[in-house]
């Protein structure tokens, strides 16, 4: 029998226009992560799971106010939600560590959003900084400011709400430069 999934929901202050989402800490978040958060200077954090060591959420709670889903890895974080649903100046933005299989985004995590009326999706797991669109639905992975992983880069995504409008990116924390994918 599946665990059933806990849900939260959190309504942003009218304000906030500007997100840093970060993913897969593992309890080590590159050395310049803080750094370059600062430097983007968010009004909010979204933690995707993976955390690890919860005392990084307290690291990123110093640089801006942090809303975090729990990942599979976060064992011993029950007071974090599975999903949740977050409304930021009439976007909705549905949160989960898993919402992907490979660049398709998984039914359950599809329905949810749709349940929710979110048209974003963010999530982590995969380490791969992640953007596309099927059937509607905007998935974002910022991809992993953790441990290296593989030849992924170091990065964490950027969400920005101007004029009616929604920015997605990616920023390297090596560089603190915006990150885009090799040219091939």
Known sequence: MAVPLVHASVTLAADVRRLAVVADTHSAPHAD?????????????????????????????????????RGNIDTRANQLPDVLTLEMSGLRILMMHIAVAGPRIRADAAKLARAAAAKLIVCGHSHVPFLAEERGLTVFNPGSVGPRRFALPIVFGTLELADGRVRLAHVSCETGERWLPPAY
């Open 33 to 69: 992560t803080a750094r370059w958060l600062r430097a983007y200077a968010p009004d909010a954090i979204l933690h995707a799971g993976d955390i690890g060591e919860l005392g990084v959420l307290a690291d990123l709670r110093a640089i801006a106010p942090v809303h975090a889903v």
